[in-house]
C-alpha cells in the first residue's frame, strides 16, 4: 500500500519547456491537491480536485494547469516554465475534512 | 477564508529541554487544527489534529496541543527535546464548510542543541 506516490523525485527544466508531474493514490480519495513549498512561505495551493474529471484552482494557479482523468490521478502542468517555478511540489489528499492530508513525498523542481 | 501565523521562523532549543512553537489562525468559528513535521528532505507527517473534544491533544513521539478558543491558538508543545525532533513543523487550519482545502503556516524552524 504505497498511498500517495509522485513522479518524478527531481527534475531540471530550462526556461520555456514544458513538463507534466504526476500524483497517484491508491486510497480511493475524492479529494487530491497540488502545493508548492518555498522556503518562508509554508504551503501554498496550486489547484484541488474533487473527484475525477473536476478541477479547481487554488491560491497560486497562474503558469500551471491541472487534469484528474482517472481518480487516483492528479496531474500538474508547466507549459511554459519559469525560474519562478523552481520550487518542491507535494501532492496530497484526504478521505474528510477531520483526516487531515496523506502527503506525497514530493518533486524538487529547478528551472534554470 | 482562513488564515495561519507562526511567529517564530526559527527555534534553538538544548536537548532535554522543554518545546513551545506557537500557532495563530484566524477563522469565524472552531475550524480543523493540523500539526505537521517535516524533516530535511522529506515529506510531511501528521503531528496531530484537532476539532472538538478534549482542548488538549496528544499526537505521535511524544508531542502535544492545546487549543485555546479565546487566544485563536493552537500551540505545540514538547516535555523534553530530543535531537532527532530537529526539523520544520507547520501549523494548518482547515475550514468546517466550503474548500477542505487546509491553508498553512509559513513554518518554524526547530534546532536542537546537544
Known amino acids: 500500500n504505497a498511498g500517495v506516490t509522485q513522479t518524478p523525485k527531481f527534475r531540471v527544466l530550462k526556461t520555456g519547456q514544458s513538463m507534466t508531474l504526476l500524483c497517484a493514490q491508491d486510497?480511493?480519495?475524492?479529494?487530491m491537491y497540488w502545493y508548492r513549498q518555498d522556503p518562508g512561505m509554508g504551503l501554498r495551493l496550486i489547484h484541488y480536485?474533487?473527484?475525477?474529471?473536476?478541477?479547481a484552482k487554488g491560491e497560486v494557479p497562474d503558469g500551471y494547469n491541472v487534469s484528474r482523468l482517472k481518480k487516483q490521478n492528479f496531474l500538474l502542468g508547466l507549459e511554459s516554465a519559469a525560474p519562478s517555478q523552481t520550487s518542491v511540489y507535494f501532492c496530497a489528499t484526504n478521505p474528510n475534512r477531520a483526516d487531515g492530508y496523506t502527503f506525497g513525498s514530493g518533486t524538487r523542481l529547478t528551472v534554470v | 477564508a482562513q488564515s495561519v501565523t507562526q511567529p517564530d521562523i526559527h527555534i534553538t532549543v538544548s536537548e532535554g529541554a522543554s518545546l513551545e512553537l506557537r500557532c495563530n489562525y484566524s477563522?469565524?468559528?472552531?475550524?480543523?487544527l493540523f500539526w505537521y513535521v517535516q524533516s530535511p528532505g522529506q515529506g510531511l507527517q501528521l503531528l496531530l489534529k484537532?476539532?472538538?473534544?478534549?482542548?488538549l491533544v496528544q499526537g505521535i513521539k511524544g508531542f502535544e496541543a492545546e487549543f485555546k478558543r479565546s487566544q485563536s491558538s493552537f500551540n505545540l508543545r514538547k516535555p523534553s527535546v530530543h535531537w532527532s525532533d530537529a526539523a520544520e513543523y507547520f501549523c494548518a487550519v482547515g475550514a468546517t464548510t466550503g474548500r477542505r482545502a487546509l491553508t498553512f503556516g509559513s513554518g518554524t524552524r526547530l534546532q536542537v542543541q546537544p
Open positions: 480536485s474533487v473527484g475525477e474529471g473536476t478541477t
Open positions: 486510497m480511493n480519495h475524492e479529494y
Open positions: 477563522y469565524g468559528a472552531t475550524p480543523y
Open positions: 484537532y476539532f472538538s473534544g478534549d482542548t
